[in-house]
């Protein structure tokens, strides 16, 4: 084998594995969402809306949810 041929061979072996590995680390557990939310009385209020999700499989072609957490600060307190 040639040189040439070895080096194109690993070069496509490490472009696949790097591809891999940063479309797998894209998959969050968690996942945060923050919203303003205007009052009846002019005042803002920030949610947080907290989902947590299963790894994704193949068989299931997809994440399910496990839990939600909603959570906020009253103004003025």
Avoid: W
Avoid at 12 to 37: D, F, N, Q, W
């Amino acid at each position: 084998m040639s040189n040439r041929y070895l080096l194109k061979s690993a070069f496509r072996t490490i472009v696949l594995g790097l591809a891999l590995g940063m479309s797998m680390s894209a998959c969050s557990a968690t996942r945060i969402y923050k919203e303003e939310v205007l009052l009846h009385d002019g005042k803002t209020l920030v949610v947080e809306h907290q989902l947590e999700l299963s790894p994704p499989t193949f068989e299931d072609r997809g994440q399910k949810e496990l839990g939600e957490t909603l959570s906020f600060m009253l103004p003025g307190t």
